[in-house]
């Protein structure tokens, strides 16, 4: 078992952004999701509602703008009005703008889309939190910033057995995270993605938890969740 949890995380570390060296030695990651544009985190990211665009038109600045998505999914722009945005990755809806404005009015168009703000994006913080329920993240978020977002944990809360559960590729998985080894800086705090939910364990435990703290060590790997 110790071995096979170090070769899952020598084959993560190739793919991991978010990673830190403890104590031991041992290296803490996790994993990147759907990480628009790398710099800012995720190429098959989806538009949705609510979310903030900076949608720019190369040497035509009276076209640049900063538009919202409506809760139809929606945005507006010079010329061309109202195009469906919603559901559409960041490189899809800059060639559908490209082509409306080829269509009628500009000749070979360059179009730059940046979402400024993920508010359509959201966490889960559950468990052994003053305020459980599901906060929009309108931006990168860590764990412990989750968890300030839930008003913190309570006084009951077990700070060793804190679950972060994710979807990867299609998979349920979860990591275990260890709060005082983040807070002491001898493990790195992890960026949440959207849909993650975290579950903060109580000091004496659930059974359902405690099943699945047995198996997974403090070293932030992850294992498929049945």
């Known amino acids: 078992m110790i071995r096979l949890a170090a070769l899952l995380c020598v084959a993560l570390l190739a793919a991991c952004a978010s990673r830190g060296p403890a104590a031991d030695g041992t290296v803490h990651v996790l994993p990147q999701g759907d990480v628009v544009a790398e710099a800012v985190g995720r ?66 168009p360059q179009v730059s889309v940046f979402v400024k703000e993920f508010a359509s994006q959201r966490v889960t ?18 764990l412990l910033q989750a968890l300030a977002l839930a008003e913190g944990m309570t006084d009951v809360a077990s700070y060793e057995n804190v679950l972060v559960f994710r979807t990867i590729n299609g998979q349920r998985q979860f990591a275990r995270f260890d709060i005082n080894a983040i807070q002491a800086g001898t493990l790195d705090d992890p960026i949440l993605m ?33």
């Not at 435990?205 to 992850?222: C, D, H, S, T, Y």
């Open 43 to 108: 190429p098959e990211y989806r538009i949705g509602p609510s979310d903030l665009l900076t949608v720019t038109v190369f040497q035509i600045e009276d076209l640049d703008r900063e538009v919202r998505v409506n809760n139809a999914g929606q945005i507006s722009l010079p010329l061309i009005g109202v195009i469906d945005a919603a559901g559409l990755t960041v490189n899809a809806l800059q060639t559908e703008i490209e082509a409306r404005y080829a269509a009628d009015y500009l000749q070979n």
């Open 125 to 142: 913080v559950s468990g052994a939190v003053e305020n459980p329920g599901i906060y929009p993240i309108p931006s990168q978020v860590t």
């Open 194 to 226: 959207g849909e993650d939910i975290v579950v903060v364990d109580t000091s004496s435990g659930r059974v359902a938890l405690k099943n699945l703290i047995q198996i997974v060590p403090l070293i932030a790997v992850w294992r498929v969740f049945k």
